[in-house]
């Protein structure tokens, strides 16, 4: 017997119950099978057996308390920060039309800021052909871009290595008041350090700090990577979103997140820790998450010879000695990224560090920041 004779044989006031419970069925899953889900996957995959939400906790409850490979507890947060809609449609459209004529193979992950335009799409995809013409990037990151400010038709080649060792090059439109926006993903190691910049067949070395700036994002910019059938606009994100918003709203999750670990403490003394998924490719992992737990970045300056000594991570993180102790640790996880994970040095219950996923960033007794 077919599901539609079946169907039409039930009692219309059955049918219509049979399809609300199903309705309910569907959203109650469809909530569930975003950041809690992959999760608790996630979870299962490294060991871990879990409770969700346990009865036993009053008030507003942490998401898991794990057990077999170790006990901790752990909540989960997911965001995107707001964009422009107006500006990403017009950025696809653009962008998409002009990579179809570009038939050498790869993925293209791209940026775009107030002041992007048609002329700012061709120029960059103009870039783009040019160097893969020449032969595609071999032993670093490549990224190509029209920066914000007064630009002229000479092209400038920066390059420096970020936070992991991996050297980076950006290949740009030369900007006249000589700074560039550059993506917080491929942060530069050392503030201080010098990176090469190639113009023309001059060569120099500046200071990062003289040349790279977040503040100022470029008007478009694109990541590529070899590969693939033809040219593939893989996503697109908003670089005016990627500073300041992402940290702001990073801090608000951990405080918001430490809350509830407080309710599951009442319970179970055990380490706890966020897992915050960012599915957007508006901003750079160990930038932001390490700026938005230990501070501002921070530069201090010798007089004599007027020049930066050092960099330092502020006093306005959210793990302080006073403030979110009840986080052991936070770990970011995102289908652009690597993973990574920061413990907090200040955790009332401290978490192993063989627990936590990707790069683990971590503070030694001298207040350096270390990864294993």
């Not at 570009?102 to 120029?123: E, L, M, S, V, Y």
């Not at 640790?329 to 955790?347: E, F, G, Q, T």
């Amino acid at each position: 017997m077919s599901r539609a004779l079946l169907a039409s044989m039930l009692p219309p006031w059955l049918s219509l119950k049979a399809r609300d419970v199903r309705r309910r069925i569907a959203l109650r899953w469809r909530e569930f099978a975003t950041a809690e889900r992959r999760t608790a996957w996630h979870l299962l995959s490294r060991g871990f057996l879990f409770r969700r939400e346990p009865i036993f906790v009053t008030g507003r409850k942490p998401d898991f308390l794990t057990f077999g490979r170790g006990r901790m507890w752990v909540e989960v947060k997911e965001f995107d920060p707001p964009v422009s809609q107006a500006l990403l449609d017009a950025g696809w459209r653009e962008l998409t039309q002009r990579l179809e004529k570009i038939t050498h193979p790869c993925r293209i992950d791209a940026w775009i800021a107030p002041g992007f335009n048609q002329r700012a799409a061709k120029q960059v995809t103009h870039l783009l052909a040019q160097e893969l013409k020449a032969g595609p990037p071999v032993g670093h990151e490549l990224y190509i871009a029209v920066p914000s400010g007064t630009v002229d038709a000479a092209v400038v080649r920066l390059s420096w290595k970020r936070r992991n060792g991996t050297p980076v090059q950006l290949l740009s439109l030369r900007c006249v008041e000589g700074v560039y926006g550059y993506p917080l993903a491929a942060e530069p190691e050392d503030w201080t350090a010098d990176l090469q910049i190639v113009d023309d067949s001059t060569v120099t070395a500046k200071p990062a700090f003289k040349v790279l700036q977040v503040r100022q994002p470029a008007r478009v910019m694109l990541r590529v990577e070899v590969g693939g059938k033809g040219a593939v606009l893989g996503s697109l994100g908003n670089a005016e979103m990627q500073d300041v918003n992402t940290v702001d709203r990073l801090r608000d999750v951990i405080d918001d997140a430490n809350d509830q670990v407080k309710s599951g403490h009442k319970h179970r003394a055990v380490p706890a820790v966020l897992v915050v998924y960012f599915d957007h490719l508006g901003g750079g992992q160990e930038s932001d998450v390490l700026r938005a737990c230990l501070g501002d970045l921070m530069a201090s300056i010798d007089p004599n010879v007027n020049a930066i000594s050092r960099t330092f991570y502020g006093h306005n993180g959210v793990f302080r000695p006073n403030k979110n102790t009840a986080i052991s640790a936070i770990i970011y996880l995102s289908r652009h990224y690597p993973a990574m994970s920061l413990v907090n040095p200040y955790a009332r219950y401290p978490v192993k560090r063989a627990w936590l996923d990707g790069t683990v960033y971590w503070i030694d007794s001298s207040g350096t920041v270390r990864s294993d």
